[in-house]
């Protein structure tokens, strides 16, 4: 991608298509961030990040994304 893409992607000069953008990323972001069900360590049900893959969901990074949010 060129310098010049870049600052059309980080610099607003139509407001509609900027947003647009920005959802589109948040919202691929969120799917790599997906949960799953996961069996924990001492035998019962639980769900996870499928990509951080901790004991926990919501990870840190949809924790990130959504605070602002509510």
């Known amino acids: 991608m060129t310098h010049d893409e870049l600052v059309d992607i980080a610099i607003v000069k139509d407001l509609n298509k ?3 953008k920005q ?3 948040i919202e691929a972001v969120m799917e790599l961030h997906r949960p799953q069900e996961i069996t924990l360590p001492n035998g019962d ?3 996870n990040c499928i990509l951080c893959d901790g004991y926990y969901y919501p990870c840190y990074t949809i924790d990130t994304i959504v605070k602002p949010l509510i």
Do not use: D, L, T, Y
Request: aromatic share 12%; charged share 20%.
């Open 18 to 20: 900027s947003i647009r």
């Open 23 to 25: 959802m589109k990323a």
């Open 45 to 47: 049900w639980g769900i």
